[in-house]
């Protein structure tokens, strides 16, 4: 497994953007396949964006499509996820998740590293 460290959260207004990162240690990142999923209060963990091990391959959810973007540094160990034109309903907690595969996996049950997450706070 390898070690995730999310970090970029925060409260801002919707129509805004932040950036978070997620800073992978412990195994060579580029085999990695890397995804983001949030939980909002009261409601179960669901899949936000995915990328596969060179960045080639992404897919988003489609509540995010077009307003968020994944992307990936190997050579920085790193994943960021762009978000931009941020909504109340994109309020949650945002983790960052890895699996050693060269695969681009999109559920939840396929990852095997989770960071601890980092809160997003989106006010109307």
């Known amino acids: 497994q390898v070690q995730l460290v999310e970090s970029g959260g925060g409260l801002v207004q919707a129509g805004d953007s932040l950036r978070l990162s997620c800073a992978a240690s412990?195994?060579?990142?580029?085999?990695?396949?890397m995804g983001w999923f949030r939980q909002a209060p009261g409601k179960e963990r669901e899949f936000v964006a995915a990328i596969n091990w060179n960045g080639v391959l992404t897919s988003y959810a489609d509540s995010v499509k077009g307003r968020f973007t994944i992307s990936r540094d190997n050579a920085k160990n790193t994943v960021y996820l762009q978000m931009n034109s941020l909504k109340p309903e994109d309020t949650a907690v945002y983790y960052c998740?890895?699996?050693?595969?060269?695969?681009?996996?999109?559920?939840?049950?396929?990852?095997?590293?989770w960071g601890q997450g980092t809160q997003v706070t989106v006010s109307s």
């Open positions: 998740t890895a699996k050693d595969s060269f695969q681009l996996l999109t559920a939840s049950r396929y990852y095997d590293s």
């Open positions: 412990g195994r060579t990142f580029s085999n990695y396949a």
